[in-house]
């Protein structure tokens, strides 16, 4: 069984940085492409940015020049760089990994919260 671990979320200011990380663990093959979802309260779940296993990536326009999302492959990890956070970025954020053979898998989910 794979468990994806989130961690980095909490309160920040307009204008701040949060760094996102989330870790798979467990009996794992491989992972192809890996990404960040986020959901505020009362909006449907959004893709934020996602990492294939070869590098490209894609951001949704809000975040773009803002985010960054990166991966090491060595630690099955996958991170979101957040700076210049607006209070619109508020949301619970989820990461989202395509496992080889397994299918995806979703971590818990962490808040990020940002006053203005």
């Known amino acids: 069984q794979v468990q994806l671990v989130e961690s980095g979320g909490g309160l920040v200011q307009a204008g701040g940085s949060l760094r996102l990380s989330c870790a798979a663990s467990?009996?794992?093959?491989?992972?192809?492409?890996m990404g960040w979802y986020r959901q505020a309260p009362g909006k449907q779940r959004e893709l934020v940015a996602v990492?294939?296993?070869?590098?490209?990536?894609n951001y949704v326009d809000s975040v773009k020049g803002r985010f960054t999302i990166s991966r090491d492959n060595a630690k099955n990890t996958v991170y979101l760089q957040m700076n210049s956070l607006k209070p619109e970025d508020t949301a619970v954020y989820s990461c989202?990994?395509?496992?080889?053979?397994?299918?995806?898998?979703w971590g818990q989910g962490i808040q990020v919260t940002v006053s203005s």
């Open positions: 990492i294939s296993s070869g590098g490209s990536i």
């Open positions: 467990g009996r794992i093959f491989g992972l192809n492409a």
């Open positions: 989202y990994v395509d496992l080889r053979w397994l299918g995806g898998s």
